[in-house]
């Protein structure tokens, strides 16, 4: 998608799709947009808190690195069953202050490998230039 200049805004556990055969498919793509030229950024508040990047978060433009961003909360929540900040989700000012200010809980690497702890902690870097080298 990113290939294509297509941003999700809503990359979730509820929206991946796994097919009998294994096969993955990211679903819901009601909130993507198409990235031109004349705006390769938003600021719109798209997308579902818990699963929110620090640029989302603190209203400011945003591009792929949000779906990044995402898609780290999702692999984080594979791993311990809540996205990095669920804790904090009590409202949404509670949540964004959190993004933006609490570091994640490390996942246990006795049952996942330093590799995967290592992507997780890629995806969710709060600095977007190092997120968005990860396409």
């Not at 209203?59 to 909360?73: H, I, N, R, T």
């Not at 949404?92 to 006795?110: H, W």
Request: a neutral charge; charged letters at 25%.
């Amino acid at each position: 998608m990113h290939y294509k200049n297509v941003l999700h805004r809503d990359i979730k556990s509820e929206n991946i799709l796994i097919r009998k055969n294994g096969d993955i498919k990211i679903a819901d793509l009601g909130l993507s947009v198409f990235l031109h030229e004349q705006q390769m950024f938003r600021n719109s508040l798209k997308g579902t808190s818990n699963w929110f990047s620090p640029e989302i978060a603190n209203g400011v433009f945003y591009s792929k690195e949000v779906d990044v961003w995402a898609f780290g909360c999702l692999a984080y929540e594979l791993a311990t069953g809540k996205p990095p900040f669920f804790e904090h989700a009590r409202d949404d000012n509670s949540l964004f202050t959190a993004i933006l200010n609490k570091q994640i809980k490390p996942i246990d690497t006795n049952k996942w490998s330093p590799v995967f702890a290592d992507f997780i902690n890629c995806c969710l870097e709060k600095n977007p230039q190092e997120r968005s080298t990860i396409d």
